[in-house]
């Protein structure tokens, strides 16, 4: 019910998450407004998000 309430959807996960499987989905990717990440994804992923209007972000990790 949040979700589908909420102006925006944003998603903050690492690479390692792309191209794994999850038990839990919170919503369908296509109700994203945006993806942040700390790699490029590949370009299903950059296709998808284009054709889906999320806006995608990425910024390697800097070390501290």
Do not use: G
């Not at 407004?33 to 999320?54: H, M």
């Amino acid at each position: 019910e949040v979700i589908e309430k909420a102006h925006e959807v944003i998603m903050l996960a690492d690479h390692s998450k792309f191209n794994q499987s999850a038990t839990i989905c919170f919503c369908p990717l296509e109700r994203l407004s945006a993806l942040i990440t700390d790699r490029r994804p590949d370009p299903e992923y950059i296709d998808f998000c284009a054709r889906n209007n999320i806006r995608l972000h990425w910024e390697p990790l800097k070390d501290r």
